[in-house]
T-cell receptor, first 113, second 113 residues
Framework: AQKITQTQPGMFVQEKEAVTLDCTYD???????LFWYKQPSSGEMIFLIY??????QNATEGRYSLNFQKARKSANLVISASQLGDSAMYFC??????????FGKGTTLSVSS | DTAVSQTPKYLVTQMGNDKSIKCEQN?????MYWYKQDSKKFLKIMFS???????INETVPNRFSPKSPDKAHLNLHINSLELGDSAVYFC????????????FGPGTRLTVT
C-alpha cells in the first residue's frame, strides 16, 4: 500500500530565510510521481512542484525545489527566501501509475517578519 | 477565465436533504476528480472520471453519486445528507489519468445541520 508521511505539524521561519518541509513516502510501484500543494487560509489548493520517480534531477520551480532522495524515500520541499505570503498549509502527495493521488496530513508554515 | 470552477461555494442544509455540487473545467483535460477535505484538513480522493468514464471509486457511501455529462463537467450528488458529510469538497482535473499535476477548484464548504 502507498503511504505519505509528513511529520511536522507546524514550522516557523523568518522572512528571507530558507525552510525545508519534510515528506517521506512508501510505495512498491517503480513508477510514481511526487507532488507538493499549497493551501493558504483562503482555502484553495495550489500546485507547486512535481517530481517523477525516474527523474534524475531534483525539480525546481522558482523559489521551490524538491529534494528527492529515492533510496531514502523522501521528497522534501525547500522554499528559499521565504515571504509572508508563503504562510499556508503545505501538502505532500504521491501517485502511482494508474492509482489515486494520496495526500499527507500537511504542514502548517508560518512566516514572520 | 477560471480553470476549474465549482458551484456553490457554500452549502448549508439539513440532515436528510439531497444536494448537488457542480464542477466545470475549461483546461481541456480528460480526467476529473472529487476530493473530500475533513475538519482536520485531511484530503481524500472520492471519485475519478476519465473521458466521462468512472475509473476510481474509493470507499464512499453510495449516497454519493458522481455524474459526468461530458469531459468538462463532473457533478456530485449527495442523497440523505448526514452530519458527517460536513466537509470541504474539491473538484480537480488533470491532463489525463497519468502522472500529471491536478488543478483544483476553489472548493465547496458543505455544512449539514
Amino acid at each position: 500500500a502507498q503511504k505519505i508521511t509528513q511529520t511536522q505539524p507546524g514550522m516557523f521561519v523568518q522572512e528571507k530565510e530558507a525552510v525545508t518541509l519534510d515528506c517521506t513516502y512508501d510505495t512498491s510501484d517503480p513508477s510514481y510521481g511526487l507532488f507538493w500543494y499549497k493551501q493558504p487560509s483562503s482555502g484553495e489548493m495550489i500546485f507547486l512542484i512535481y517530481q517523477g520517480s525516474y527523474d534524475q534531477q531534483n525539480a525546481t520551480e522558482g523559489r521551490y525545489s524538491l529534494n528527492f532522495q529515492k533510496a531514502r524515500k523522501s521528497a522534501n520541499l525547500v522554499i528559499s527566501a521565504s515571504q509572508l505570503g508563503d504562510s499556508a498549509m503545505y501538502f505532500c502527495a504521491m501517485q502511482g501509475a494508474g492509482t489515486a493521488l494520496i495526500f499527507g496530513k500537511g504542514t502548517t508554515l508560518s512566516v514572520s517578519s | 477565465d477560471t480553470a476549474v470552477s465549482q458551484t456553490p461555494k457554500y452549502l448549508v442544509t439539513q440532515m436528510g436533504n439531497d444536494k448537488s455540487i457542480k464542477c466545470e473545467q475549461n483546461l481541456g483535460h480528460d480526467t476529473m476528480y472529487w476530493y473530500k477535505q475533513d475538519s482536520k484538513k485531511f484530503l481524500k480522493i472520492m471519485f475519478s472520471y476519465n473521458n466521462k468514464e468512472l475509473i476510481i471509486n474509493e470507499t464512499v457511501p453510495n449516497r454519493f453519486s458522481p455524474k459526468s455529462p461530458d469531459k468538462a463537467h463532473l457533478n456530485l450528488h449527495i442523497n440523505s445528507l448526514e452530519l458527517g458529510d460536513s466537509a470541504v469538497y474539491f473538484c480537480a482535473s488533470s491532463q489525463d489519468n497519468g502522472l500529471y499535476e491536478q488543478y483544483f477548484g476553489p472548493g465547496t464548504r458543505l455544512t449539514v445541520t
